[in-house]
């Protein structure tokens, strides 16, 4: 992970970076590209599909993320979104808001095609998921686009479900309702034990 950013106290202050560069971004990045344009390689073919190869070995049935599918009462997020995948083939544009739902699916929905997976990176807010479902859905109506999202998530902008009624677009929710903001939860857990609000 390359961090690029004008604020030296913001380096790795979210995800750790293995390159740390300290400076105004696009000054930094007209150099890199630059730089890469100067050395004039493209990707070796042999190393891609290995390193593709080596991926879909850690996948495997389950990936790195095997769950116990429980006794059937209730429906685990991650059968949710191993259903989705399998209804899709794998080929839907997937979006996601910010919270658990985020990493179920980025976990358990095996895309077919580059490109496929729309999120903020856990740098965005609740409610990027819908709004991003909709915007792509406009630019390949013909796709398959659908949005997984909380219910904390949803109530940011629910209200555009009219815009998706008054233009036609046709975007599946994927709603993962836990009961309780799950992220927000969970990290109050891990800080806080039993005090959390």
Same mark, same amino acid.
């Given at each position: $992970?390359?961090? $690029? &950013?004008? &604020?030296?106290? /913001?380096?790795?202050? #979210?995800?750790?970076? &293995?390159? =740390?560069i300290v400076g105004p971004v696009e000054s930094v990045l007209t150099e890199m590209v630059a730089i890469l344009k100067e050395i004039g390689e493209t990707p070796n073919k042999e190393s891609v599909a290995s390193w593709w190869k080596q991926v879909d070995e850690w996948r495997g049935d389950r990936g790195l993320f095997p769950y116990d599918k429980g006794d059937g009462s209730l429906i685990k997020p991650q059968t949710v979104i191993e259903t989705l995948c399998e209804v899709t083939k794998g080929d839907a544009f997937i979006t996601s808001d910010?919270?658990?739902?985020?990493?179920?699916?980025?976990?358990?929905? %095996?895309?077919? %095609? =580059?490109n496929r997976w729309i999120n903020s990176g +856990? *740098?965005?807010?609740?409610?990027?998921?819908? =709004?991003?479902?909709? +915007?792509? %859905? *406009? /630019?390949? =109506?013909?796709? &398959?686009?659908?949005?997984? #999202? +909380?219910?904390? /998530? $949803?109530q940011m902008n629910i209200q555009e479900l009219s815009t998706c009624l008054q233009y036609g677009l046709p975007v599946k929710i994927v709603l993962l309702n836990n009961g309780f903001l799950g992220m927000g939860r969970r990290w109050q857990d891990l800080s806080y034990g039993i005090r959390s609000s």
């Open positions: $992970i390359i961090h $690029i &950013d004008i &604020d030296p106290a /913001s380096i790795s202050k #979210t995800i750790k970076a &293995d390159v =740390p910010v919270g658990q739902h985020q990493m179920f699916a980025a976990q358990y929905y %095996k895309f077919n %095609k =580059p +856990g *740098l965005g807010t609740m409610g990027f998921g819908f =709004p991003a479902a909709m +915007g792509i %859905k *406009l /630019s390949f =109506p013909d796709d &398959d686009v659908a949005c997984v #999202t +909380g219910e904390g /998530s $949803i």
